[in-house]
């Protein structure tokens, strides 16, 4: 049986995690985030030691690390309770990432919606951006050239992950709005998806 899944798609500072967190508190939903689960590793680990080497670029820890940390967090999640395979729904955030994590992914996760957290301005991106790294002491936003390095790894590799999954199942929503507007929007989304 395959994982009943629904993405957050956007570009660095679209403003994914933001309601991630907010849409995971849904009862029968929830939010798991790869930066997340890098973030929260020891740094003796030595994925975690990876991470801090291509995310501090503004790079992709490459793929089979990725996919396997990703695999053991939801078997731990789905053994401790925290998340029902056959009930709920996952709300994945950063992940698939390329078109290569996407196919890794196949046999694992049903995807059956993608919300497309979509920002025309760029400025206003970058400036979410530095200040989450004053905010959350974050080295890939420390600077200008990693961020413009993220922003063009995801027009690059992350945004063919759209057309890999295909139009229909994309549902764009202006993320220049107040987080209160991106919700709304999100949620919109997600009754729909329900109701299918
Ligand atoms: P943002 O949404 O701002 O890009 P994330 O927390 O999702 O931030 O990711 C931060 C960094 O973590 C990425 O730049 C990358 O180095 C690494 N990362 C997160 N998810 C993945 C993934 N699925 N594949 C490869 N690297 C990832």
């Known amino acids: 049986m395959k994982l009943r899944t629904i993405l957050l798609f956007g570009s660095p500072g679209a403003g994914k995690g933001t309601q991630g967190k907010i849409l995971g508190k849904i009862p029968n939903y929830l939010h798991v ?28 820890v490459p793929d089979e690390p990725t996919i396997n940390l990703w695999r053991d967090d939801i078997e731990n999640r789905s053994r401790n309770g925290q998340f029902n395979p056959e009930t709920d729904t996952l709300l994945l955030d950063g992940i698939p990432r390329n078109v290569n994590q996407a196919k890794l992914l196949e046999d694992i996760i049903h995807v059956v919606g993608i919300l497309n957290l979509y920002c025309t301005d760029l400025d206003r991106m970058v400036e979410r951006l530095q200040a989450r790294a004053l905010r959350q002491n974050r080295l890939d936003d420390a600077n200008l050239e990693t961020i413009k390095t993220r922003l063009k790894v995801y027009e690059d590799e992350t945004k063919p992950v759209l057309e890999h999954y295909g139009e229909t199942l994309v549902h764009v929503i202006d993320s220049t709005q107040s987080p209160v507007h991106v919700l709304r929007d999100s949620l919109e989304v997600l009754a729909k998806l329900e109701d299918q």
């Open 33 to 60: 985030s790869s930066g997340d689960l890098f973030r929260n590793l020891r740094i003796q680990n030595p994925i975690g030691q990876l991470f801090l080497d291509y995310a501090s670029h503004g790079n992709l």
